[in-house]
């Protein structure tokens, strides 16, 4: 499966961050009945990498009888003006390390991260037996979210309605995506949610129309409803986006392709829910 490339927005790498290391996270989706028999299909990768496990994921609901285990290491490039090269130098220089067979990846590269998919079962097995795909990130500082001070985006809160008070606030993403496989929607839907936070999970992926709509828990933010949208449309770079919608205390905000893709990126949507507010919803 190829990852289809996300338009790129202009980022600007904090004078701070040059010079940190730049993080690696490795992403192994591997054929397991549990989480201990998942960590031990990545015990020998875990010994060759480094590094340490930071998460595992039981990802049966979108592919049977998987798991996905994620490790965290340092990597041995740092952060630079040149960011974008600095982030795919790293992606290519660990799958060299994996081994001679491993061809040269294709990188896509969004600031402030980089990533391909290895995806030959055979090639990966002597790594992680019964892995079904290999996913390499690179990432430069920490989490958008954590951020203040981005720019007024399209969007904003509009009628003259009271900003919210300050609190905490959950921010979710649906992203609409033209594919037959469930697999192809979900990657690259988190392709586009790492822009806006590094740790969404997906909750569920369902049909839309034509379209498979993958549905992400982007987690907290610090700021109010208002803030948090804006934020995560800067991150995210795109032009063309509706003014917020606004249901009580919680905002969604809209964005289509035009003309629609055959294949690819269809839409997107982002609702801020205060967390007093959060309900989860269990779909049928």
Same mark, same amino acid.
């Not at 028999?37 to 060759?48: I, M």
């Not at 490790?71 to 060299?96: C, K, M, P």
């Given at each position: 499966?190829?990852?289809? =490339? ?33 960590? /031990? ?11 340490? #496990? ?12 998987? $798991? ?10 740092? *952060? ?10 790293? #992606? ?22 980089? $990533? ?21 990130? *690179? ?7 954590? &951020?203040?001070?981005?720019?007024? /985006? ?37 392709? #586009? ?14 049909? &839309? %129309? &034509?379209?498979?709509?993958? &549905? ?11 803030? /948090?949208? =804006? ?5 995210? %770079? ?25 294949? %690819? ?11 007093? *507010? ?7």
């Amino acid at each position: 499966m190829a990852l289809s =490339r996300v338009p790129r927005a202009s980022w600007t790498i904090r004078v701070d961050m040059v010079g940190e290391d730049l993080e690696l996270l490795i992403t192994a989706v591997v054929a397991a009945d549990d989480e201990q028999q998942a960590r /031990a299909a990545c015990a020998a990768l875990l010994r060759q990498v480094g590094g340490r #496990v930071v998460r595992a994921s039981d990802c049966s609901d979108e592919e049977p009888g998987c $798991w996905s285990v994620t490790i965290s290491r340092v990597s041995g490039e740092r *952060a630079t003006q040149n960011v974008a090269g600095a982030l795919a130098r790293a #992606v290519r220089t660990f799958v060299r390390q994996l081994g001679e067979r491993f061809p040269t990846p294709r990188v896509s590269c969004e600031p402030p991260t980089a $990533w391909t998919v290895l995806e030959d079962p055979v090639l990966l097995d002597d790594l992680v037996p019964g892995a079904e795909r290999l996913l390499v990130e *690179a990432w430069a500082g920490g989490d958008p979210q954590t &951020h203040s001070g981005a720019p007024a /985006a399209a969007g904003g809160r509009s009628g003259g309605e009271p900003e919210p008070e300050r609190g905490s606030t959950r921010l979710a993403l649906r992203v609409d995506v033209a594919t037959d496989r469930s697999a192809g929607a979900e990657w690259q839907a988190r392709a #586009v949610a790492s822009r806006v936070a590094r740790s969404g999970k997906i909750t569920r992926v369902a049909p &839309h %129309g &034509h379209l498979l709509s993958v &549905h992400i828990d982007l987690g907290s933010s610090v700021n109010s409803p208002t803030v /948090a949208l =804006r934020d995560a449309v800067v991150s995210l %770079g795109r032009s063309g986006w509706t003014d917020v919608e606004w249901s009580g205390s919680a905002g969604t905000i809209r964005w289509s392709a035009a003309p629609a893709p055959g294949t %690819g990126i269809a839409a997107l949507e982002l609702t801020a829910t205060p967390d007093s *507010a959060f309900v989860w919803t269990v779909p049928d």
